[in-house]
């Protein structure tokens, strides 16, 4: 299949994916959404769906869990990960940045860049690594969040 | 633009809608667009040991609404999909392509508007009818005003 | 008839109707986006602002019967649907018929849905509120080939908005066996 292709030519490929990837793409921090990530990883705490509680504990408002940081990953950026090698991708590692909170009505928008891509020779043979990033920026211009995802393609 | 209640002519067939084929993928997006977590329709083991299904089930949710798109489109943004009924007499499984379909039964002038009775159901390729049951929709004169919204049925008694 | 599930607990409910529940949230966009994605259907009135449907109703709005749908677990609601603990014989559906409704007293699991029947008023536009009151029309036994089965007819009213604009109202039957 793609036995053939060289190391070379891997690395040469590996090496155009860094760079920014799409537009920015900004999404509205819904109620909804809150209450179904808060709900699916059973964190009850009412920050996330009770305003009042939200701002006595200094909020601005109700305070999105940072899972939901993962909405945005599936819904604002589509990247295709067609490598000219290997069988199988997994989802390898995470790293994240948290700053300022992510609260219902904001507007958050996500900037994507694949910012490292290298091929590694391991005990099955090869595997190439790349790790995107993701910035989330709300309406004033704070930062939110970074997230770095690698990827391993074997 | 919808129907006219002058062109619709009885035994008429509104246009149809296929979908499909429906996969378990379609089935879970459905599931977790609902909050439906029925294990019927993702967890094949339960479906068919426990249950006894032949298969992990299209829910039937999605196909009444599958039913209610069909009356609606052919209303247009001029008719209004005034009542739609049926019922779930059989499952449709993971692989099946389901076809819409809608035949005029009746036709009926009301006050300025129209009023159209359809029978309706959601059809396998193998004819099989999973979900038989009819509609009423009422639809603008040629040349008259589209039905006002939101819809009172009082506009159909003057 | 062996056994007569239609106990004077069952048949007091009879005619019962809840207040006006509201459903979780006001309609937003991302959920309208995944109803209308997962039933497959792009028509504009749900997703486009200047579109003619937009104009007839008022901006974007909710699929005809979304208002059926909306009702789903609150963000403070302790009860996990899921929380049968593991129960390998637990189906995953909540035997609760309606939010605002006490539950129907009868010892049967299975649960069918029968079929429905729509009457269509308005559609929910994005950020409007969904109400809901509920009443036990009917609750009724037969005997099916598998034993008993008790029918339950539930008639829902739907409305949205400060002024309870109505939405839809539904009869639908319920099947236990």
Redesign the interface.
Known sequence: MTAEISDAEIEKHLASLIGPVGEPVTALVEFGAVR?MALAIGDLDPIHFDEAAARARGYRGIVAPWPLLWLYFFTCTEYEHDFPFGRATVHGQDEYEFHEPMIVGDRITVTTAITGARLKHGRVGRLGQVVSERRFVNQDGALCAVLKTTLFRR | MGAIFEDVEIGQEIPRLV?GPITTA?IV??S?????????HF?WH?ATQ??GLPDVLVN???K???M??LV??WAG?TG?????????RGMNLPGETLTAWGRVTGKEERGRFGVVDLEIGLRNEQGAEGTP?TARVVLPRRGGP?VP????PAVLAG | MAVNHITDAVRALIGLRSDWIEACHPVEAS?VR??F?????P?P?YWDAAS??AA??GGPVA???FA??AF??PPDEIED??GADGD??????SRLVRRGLPRVPVPLRGV???????????YPRLGERILCRSAYRDITQREGRSGPMVLIVVEDEYATGGEF??LLKSVSTLITR
């Open positions: 179904r | 979908k379609h997006r459905w977790a667009a609902m909050e439906n977590w029925h294990r019927i967890d339960y426990h249950d039937g949710s999605w009444q609404h599958v209610i798109q609606t489109d943004e209004w999909a005034w009542k739609i009924a049926f019922r779930f049951g589209p919204y939101p819809f009172d | 959920e995944r109803f994605q997962a039933l497959m259907d028509n009135r003619p449907a007839r109703y699929p005809p019967g059926v749908h789903r677990r649907p899921l390998p014989e637990f189906d995953g559906t069918l849905n029968g079929g429905y029947e729509y009457e269509f008023f308005s604009r109505p």
